[in-house]
């Protein structure tokens, strides 16, 4: 089915604020369904919408219910689930990062518009003039743009480097490793990147084989959230944990950034 656009209005503030007529607006056929949408800001400027409500909207096919703790939306070609707390929903094969948590307030499942619209095959244009503009086309998210054979050695990675460390500490693994892919001192691949021998092994657990085991359910989460865009630990290059090694050259000679767990993060 065909589906038109969503004009949502931001209410910005300082050099960002909209003209009156585009604030706390998202218009459906000319008619505004800010209220009947339950949408709001969050954190300085996201804006949240109610799952069900906007998922009707975009998805008028697929069934929206609660269930087990979740809001689902089922539909053909489409599988989503919102927990209020998680920083994540997913969506088919696909989990999708939100930082300030999936909402529930007043009964409804709340949830980040741009998420949203991504997870249901969307796009999402922002202009002083019009606000934020969603665009949806058959409600259904597309394919994950990161290969199988990533995935595979991400979770790995993270699984074998961070096991008991919390998911924003297994995100910042994945993350230092995808800098690494960015970074010109380093290889160009996820595979490269922890296999990388140019000045030794690089990650512990390519000496001892630990990268080669099942990775944990959450390893396999936080590696998907990473390739989704997730981020944690900035700009990091290296991490160590210091109370379990002996070599402290990376404490030695690289910037600090941050400790997330047992894990301290260096550029």
Request: hydrophobic share 45%.
């Amino acid at each position: 089915m065909k589906l038109g656009k969503v004009l949502v209005g931001l209410a910005l503030t300082a050099a960002l604020t909209l003209p009156a007529s585009a604030q706390n607006i998202l218009s459906v056929g000319g008619k505004n369904m800010w209220n009947q949408a339950g949408a709001r800001l969050v954190g300085g400027g996201t804006t949240y919408v109610s799952l069900r409500a906007v998922s009707e909207l975009l998805a008028p096919d697929a069934q929206v219910s609660w269930e087990g703790g979740r809001a689902w939306v089922r539909g053909d070609g489409l599988t989503l689930s919102a927990r209020p707390g998680d920083v994540w929903m997913t969506v088919n094969d696909r989990a999708l990062y939100i930082p300030h948590g999936v909402l529930l307030e007043n009964g409804r499942t709340l949830v980040p518009i741009r998420v949203l619209a991504e997870a249901l095959g969307g796009t999402v244009d922002w202009s002083r003039e019009t606000g934020v503009t969603l665009t949806a086309d058959k409600g259904r998210p597309a394919k994950p743009s990161y290969s199988a054979e990533d995935l595979y050695w991400m979770a790995r990675i993270i699984s074998a480097e961070s096991r008991g460390e919390p998911l924003l500490g297994k995100i910042a693994v994945g993350t230092v490793v995808l800098n690494r892919v960015a970074s010109e001192e380093f290889p160009d691949t996820i595979y490269d990147v922890i296999f990388d021998r140019k000045w030794g092994v690089q990650f512990q657990p390519v000496a001892n084989g630990t990268v080669y085991d099942e990775p944990t359910e959450e390893s396999v989460l936080a590696a998907k959230l990473v390739l989704e865009g997730a981020r944690a630990a900035g700009d990091s290059l290296y991490f160590l944990a210091p109370d379990l090694t002996n070599n402290h050259w990376i404490m030695e000679n690289r910037d600090y950034v941050t400790t997330i767990g047992c894990h301290w993060f260096y550029l």
